[in-house]
């Protein structure tokens, strides 16, 4: 079945600090990617769409200079949290879509974000 | 715009009991329709999912779901609970099958011995 791998699971990193978490997608070709965000006992959050090689569509809230994406292929997108601060400590889970599979949303195993 | 309303934010069964999950969804379009579990730090697992077709979908782990459009609908349910299905679990609609899911707040399954 689809796979993402999505890396790494955990990190620990010093405020104003900047953070990259990548998701592949391993056996199929994700057109779009999703990036959620899970505050700890709470339901996933949508941060921002974005389809290989154009520009990241962020949610209302959601700051685009403080959370880059980059989905250069049709297998790799990246999220980077820039300048980071407790604030931002978090569950981010990134989801890919099969463009060839109807309703094929796979999701990576999520990376815990610890700001300190 | 899409929502999904779970009842219950936590469910406790007792090992071999029913296992019901309560999930409505609103839609202004036939939606898709997803159930997936989550186990603590992990990503999410889809259980089962509802696209077109028959409206009782089969999933892996024993559950299944009903989508019941008159009611708006689309609940979980497994005959006999095991204590490896203690986790949390999330039901999400799409209304095209390639717009981002929209999740449900969560039901925390509970497993009691």
């Known amino acids: 079945g689809a796979v993402v791998s999505q890396h790494p699971s955990r990190v620990i990193c010093k405020s104003g600090t900047s953070v990259k978490i990548e998701c592949r997608s391993l056996?199929?070709?994700?057109?779009?990617m999703f990036w959620y965000r899970q505050f700890p006992k709470q339901s996933l959050m949508l941060m921002a769409t974005s389809n290989e090689g154009s520009k990241a569509t962020y949610e209302q809230g959601v700051e685009k200079d403080k959370f880059l994406i980059n989905h250069a292929s049709l297998t790799l997108s990246t999220l980077t949290v820039t300048s980071a601060h407790p604030e931002d400590s978090s569950f981010y889970i990134c989801?890919?879509?099969?463009?060839?599979?109807?309703?094929?949303?796979?999701f990576g195993s999520g990376t815990r974000l610890t700001v300190v | 715009a899409q929502s999904v309303t779970q009842l219950g934010s936590h469910v406790s069964v007792s090992e071999g009991a029913l296992v019901l999950l309560r999930c409505n969804y609103s839609s202004s379009v036939p939606p898709y329709l997803f159930w997936y579990v989550q186990y603590p730090n992990q990503g999410l697992q889809l259980l089962l999912k509802?696209?077109?077709?028959?409206?009782l979908v089969k999933g892996i782990n024993g559950f299944e779901a009903e989508f019941k459009k008159s009611e708006t609908s689309f609940h979980l349910t497994k005959p006999s609970a095991h204590m490896s299905d203690a986790a949390e679990y999330f039901c999400a609609v799409s209304d095209s099958g390639n717009t981002p899911l929209v999740f449900g707040k969560g039901t925390r399954l509970s497993v009691i011995a």
């Open positions: 056996d199929f070709q994700a057109t779009t």
């Open positions: 989801s890919a879509q099969n463009g060839t599979d109807p309703a094929g949303y796979t």
């Open positions: 509802y696209t077109t077709g028959a409206t």
